[in-house]
């Protein structure tokens, strides 16, 4: 069993900036394909990034390419999603998400493919 953590969310003003991070029960994060997805309210979840456990590949939804990247540290014991110029439409609860599959890219998108996830961190972005 993994445990993922997601932390960094909050309340911003429209064009500002949020980190949010995931760890995994202090384990490293290498072994895993990772994922970000988002619920915006009274919608369905949806994919924002993945990073692929063998290359290191990411895949980032396209409508947020320019704003948001996804990384993880050196030691790969957290995920990160940068997310910069923040708009209303980003509003939603984002959820950490993993997998020990090694996907493809056209499946990382896929919220099937994940067995681990996060309880989310809610991200409310308005003036």
């Known amino acids: 069993q993994v445990d993922l953590l997601e932390s960094g969310g909050g309340w911003v003003l429209p064009g500002g900036s949020l980190r949010l991070s995931c760890t995994a029960s202090?384990?490293?994060?290498?072994?895993?394909?990772m994922a970000w997805f988002r619920q915006p309210p009274g919608k369905d979840r949806e994919f924002v990034a993945a990073?692929?456990?063998?290359?290191?590949?990411?895949s980032l939804r396209n409508s947020l390419k320019g704003r948001f990247t996804i990384y993880r540290d050196n030691a790969k014991t957290t995920l990160y999603l940068q997310m910069n110029s923040l708009n209303e439409d980003d509003t939603a609860v984002y959820y950490c998400?993993?997998?020990?599959?090694?996907?493809?890219?056209?499946?990382?998108?896929?919220?099937?493919?994940?067995?681990?996830w996060g309880q989310g961190t809610q991200v409310t972005v308005s003036s």
């Open positions: 202090g384990r490293a994060l290498g072994g895993y394909t």
């Open positions: 990073v692929k456990r063998s290359s290191g590949g990411s």
């Open positions: 998400a993993a997998t020990t599959r090694s996907l493809i890219t056209s499946s990382l998108s896929g919220d099937h493919w994940y067995e681990h």
